[in-house]
């Protein structure tokens, strides 16, 4: 039995789970918002003494790798609904930048023109000082994608280390041409 699918997933104070076995599809609310989503056939869902219980129908490859995967997804809608989901990026380099004008960002990451990106619905945007942008939301896939496509506007180059970056990511720095040809022999 998978050793993630078969721990139960405790509903806090405040949070209403629904679940509609006709279609398939459980709901989370909470107080910042709500959730819903579509189980697989083969996963069933039961909610038990403030707890719920993801549990497989069969002991198949699929059900087995779909039961630790639903109760993970279920666990981040719980904690969505309740904390939401936080990423972080800066933005390194001379002269970049962005503004925050209410859910629109402008960057300024080195190309001739200033990049414009909207916020999807149920996202929203921190800019603390101006190289740093706090991607917030319920959903915790779409707050990743998200921090990825705008990371994917000017990825961080490896030479100076220019570009947009993960709160936590390290950038593996290569030494440029300069470091490397500089040797001691006497060429001849």
């Known amino acids: 039995m998978s050793r993630i699918g078969r721990l139960p997933i405790t509903i806090p104070e405040g949070v209403e789970v629904k679940m509609d076995n006709n279609n398939g599809m459980i709901e989370v609310k909470g107080s910042i918002g709500s959730l819903k989503r579509s189980i697989h056939p083969k996963i069933s869902i039961e909610i038990i003494e403030g707890k719920i219980l993801v549990k497989r129908s069969s002991d198949s490859k699929e059900?087995?790798?779909?039961?630790?995967?639903?109760?993970?997804?279920?666990?981040?809608?719980v904690i969505g609904v309740t904390e939401g989901f936080k990423k972080g990026l800066i933005i390194e380099g001379v002269g970049y930048g962005t503004m925050l004008k209410?859910?629109?960002?402008?960057?300024?990451?080195?190309?001739?023109?200033?990049?414009?990106?909207?916020?999807?619905?149920?996202?929203?945007?921190?800019?603390?000082?101006?190289?740093?942008?706090?991607?917030?939301?319920?959903?915790?896939?779409?707050?990743?994608?998200?921090?990825?496509?705008?990371r994917g506007l000017k990825r961080p180059e490896p030479y100076k280390g220019k570009g947009i970056r993960y709160a936590n990511e390290r950038i593996r720095r290569k030494a440029g041409k300069s470091v490397v040809g500089t040797g001691t022999g006497t060429g001849g």
């Open 63 to 77: 059900a087995k790798s779909l039961h630790g995967l639903t109760r993970s997804l279920i666990n981040n809608m």
């Open 102 to 150: 209410d859910k629109t960002l402008t960057l300024q990451i080195g190309y001739s023109h200033p990049i414009i990106y909207t916020a999807p619905r149920d996202i929203d945007f921190e800019v603390n000082r101006k190289n740093e942008i706090i991607v917030k939301g319920i959903n915790k896939e779409q707050v990743g994608q998200v921090a990825a496509e705008i």
